[in-house]
């Protein structure tokens, strides 16, 4: 029983450690493949349409109700405390410090990850990158690096029309249906929210997340067996995985930005 629980152990490290450092390998491959972009910026154009328009309404709803509810479990706690028109303030800061980057970077993996890796892998269960090497294509600087770059510029818009949407629903609830005085929301806001350490820190989230995001769902999709089963493994992978990374990266990230 031992001896073969150390050898699944040691299977599965060894598996892991492959796939981490062929992981690695693909990844710099994108980066050296970008270089060709510039000589087609359409298919970046392309990809940033197909990626952020379509997830757009997904984005945007589900900042309204964050916001919504920040507005009113905001309102509830600092009503104990007499300090309600701090609201904006709190629901500014919550929006683009966390919830910001990082539900939309769940949403985008559950939405745009999961497509990427779904394309990728239906392109190659049907032999299209395949035939692109045939060729003398790249896929990888064709294929790949087009959709890895549209992700990265994609995913900091996205968390930034999510942080604005949020902030209005919770202007919404909380001057328009509670009753907060609206100067006070604004102006709370305006004083307490840093440009550079807090809006810019959540940018630079987003983008590390947007990073991660994409490229893993590309990797899954480029990876996946070419099968139909192998394709929705790598489906929810991407989902599993992506979302595991952003939680993490978002613990890390923050312990190294707001440790003041």
């Known amino acids: ?76 706690t600092l009503n104990r405390y007499g300090s309600e028109q701090a609201l904006g303030l709190l629901v500014a800061l919550s929006l683009t410090r966390e919830l910001g980057p990082v539900v939309t970077a769940l949403l985008f993996a559950g939405r745009a990850g999961t497509s990427l890796t779904a394309e990728i892998g239906l392109m190659k269960a049907g032999e299209q990158l395949a035939a692109m090497e045939m060729m003398a294509v790249d896929p990888i600087q064709r294929v790949l690096a087009p959709r890895f770059w549209a ?35 604004w102006s709370q806001m305006q004083d307490g929210v840093d440009v550079w350490k807090d809006i810019g820190n959540g940018v630079l989230k987003s983008l590390v997340f947007g990073i991660a995001v994409t490229f893993i769902a590309l990797y899954q999709g480029y990876e996946a067996k070419p099968t139909p089963e ?10 599993v995985i992506g979302s595991l990374t952003v939680l993490g990266l978002d613990f890390l990230l923050t312990a190294l930005m707001f440790n003041q």
């Open 1 to 76: 029983m031992i001896a073969r629980f150390l050898t699944w152990l040691g299977s599965s490290l060894r598996e892991f450690v492959a796939s981490l450092g062929y992981g690695t390998r693909t990844f710099f491959a994108v980066l050296r493949a970008s270089g060709g972009l510039l000589r087609r910026p359409g298919l970046v154009s392309t990809q940033v349409h197909f990626i952020g328009n379509h997830s757009l309404v997904i984005i945007a709803v589900s900042g309204l109700f964050v916001g919504f509810v920040l507005g009113l479990q905001g309102y509830y």
């Open 151 to 185: 992700g990265v510029i994609a995913m900091p818009v996205l968390a930034a029309i999510f942080s604005a949407v949020g902030i209005f629903g919770g202007y919404v609830v909380g001057v328009q249906l509670i009753g907060v005085d609206s100067g006070a929301f």
């Open 230 to 239: 192998g394709v929705s493994r790598a489906t929810t992978r991407t989902v």
